[in-house]
Nanobody
Framework: QLQLVESGGGLVQPGGSLRLSCAASGFTLDYYRIGWFRQAPGKEREGVSCISRGGSSTNYLDSVKGRFTISRDNAKNTVYLQMNSLKPEDTAVYYC?????????????????WGQGTQVTVSS
């Protein structure tokens, strides 16, 4: 059974950091592009970052550029999202997604496998 499990969310003060993890089971992430998405209450799900299958290409939502970093460790079958300088507007449920394709995609329809999400709350 193909499964993605996110972890690392929580409550953090503005300016703080969190590292989200996305662990895959039942399949090898080596052949998949990975995206991180988020959805705040009352808003549509949006692409935050993605990494190509080989890891050579990454993309970021403009509002998180310079603060978030996506990386992958194929040996651990895990993808990470390091989030620094967090802001209250980063509050959302964060999802990782995978698709057996090479290039990055920031679109929800570009991914067929999804995790259950992890809550990130940035508040003082």
């Amino acid at each position: 059974q193909l499964q993605l499990v996110e972890s690392g969310g929580g409550l953090v003060q503005p300016g703080g950091s969190l590292r989200l993890s996305c662990a895959a089971s039942g399949f090898t992430l080596d052949y998949y592009r990975i995206g991180w998405f988020r959805q705040a209450p009352g808003k549509e799900r949006e692409g935050v970052s993605c990494i190509s299958r080989g890891g050579s290409s990454t993309n970021y939502l403009d509002s998180v550029k310079g603060r978030f970093t996506i990386s992958r460790d194929n040996a651990k079958n895990t993808v990470y999202l390091q989030m620094n300088s967090l802001k209250p507007e980063d509050t959302a449920v964060y999802y990782c997604a995978a698709e057996r394709a090479y290039y990055c995609s920031g679109y929800v329809r570009g991914y067929g496998y999804w995790g259950q999400g992890t809550q990130v709350t940035v508040s003082s």
